[in-house]
T-cell receptor, first 113, second 111 residues
Framework: KQEVTQIPAALSVPEGENLVLNCSFT??????LQWFRQDPGKGLTSLLL?????REQTSGRLNASLDKSSGRSTLYIAASQPGDSATYLC????????????FGAGTTVTVRA | KAGVTQTPRYLIKTRGQQVTLSCSPI?????VSWYQQTPGQGLQFLFE???????NKGNFPGRFSGRQFSNSRSEMNVSTLELGDSALYLC??????????FGPGTRLTVT
């Protein structure tokens, strides 16, 4: 069974600081890994998708790395802003034969103005 | 393209009743999966459908069921509601290696 862990559970930083969010998974034979953002009471917004053959993906201030051999992914958010305050979730997909995502518990980020 | 839509957005039901939630995926996406989100358990996988066939099912009681129609729209049904079924129910749409796209969710409150 795939176990996904996110550390830390919560993070509070001043505006402008860089954010580093960690995700680890127990089964390295993943198909892809996806990072999501969730605002309170809302659905999940996809941030970055990393296929198993890729080492990183970038979108604007966001960069996500993937190290399958060690079972780790890291999401970097540069120059944080108060609008980045949200819960960030990582999810792994083991197989393309069915779309069952295994989620971490998330990291709740607060960016102080 | 329009995103994933879920209806209704909010529901209040009484214990013992049943409820049906609906999800319309992104046009062209054949896979629809359902998740339950609660503060205590986080996001848990319910089931996934692809071209009207259930391909995988999570560890939930038989009171939770679903189906998918030929146009890829999906419904999930919960019978004999319990207080513990109160949650945010999310559906996700996907196709191939495109990643999963989630709808806004249905907030179910059981009283």
């Amino acid at each position: 069974k795939q176990e996904v862990t996110q550390i830390p559970a919560a993070l509070s930083v001043p505006e402008g600081e860089n954010l580093v969010l960690n995700c680890s998974f127990t089964d390295s034979a993943i198909y892809n890994l996806q990072w999501f953002r969730q605002d309170p009471g809302k659905g999940l917004t996809s941030l970055l998708l990393i296929q198993s053959s890729q080492r990183e993906q970038t979108s604007g201030r966001l960069n996500a790395s993937l190290d399958k051999s060690s079972g780790r992914s890291t999401l970097y958010i540069a120059a944080s802003q108060p609008g980045d305050s949200a819960t960030y979730l990582c999810a792994v997909l083991l197989s393309s034969n069915d779309y069952k995502l295994s989620f971490g518990a998330g990291t709740t980020v607060t960016v102080r103005a | 393209k329009a995103g994933v839509t879920q209806t209704p957005r909010y529901l209040i039901k009484t214990r013992g009743q049943q409820v049906t939630l609906s999800c319309s995926p992104i046009s062209g996406h054949r896979s629809v999966s359902w998740y339950q989100q609660t503060p205590g358990q986080g996001l848990q996988f319910l089931f996934e459908y692809f071209s009207e066939t259930q391909r995988n099912k999570g560890n939930f009681p038989g009171r939770f069921s679903g189906r998918q129609f030929s146009n890829s729209r999906s419904e999930m049904n919960v019978s004999t509601l319990e207080l513990g079924d109160s949650a945010l129910y999310l559906c996700a749409s996907s196709e191939g290696a495109s990643g999963a796209y989630f709808g806004p969710g249905t907030r179910l409150t059981v009283t």
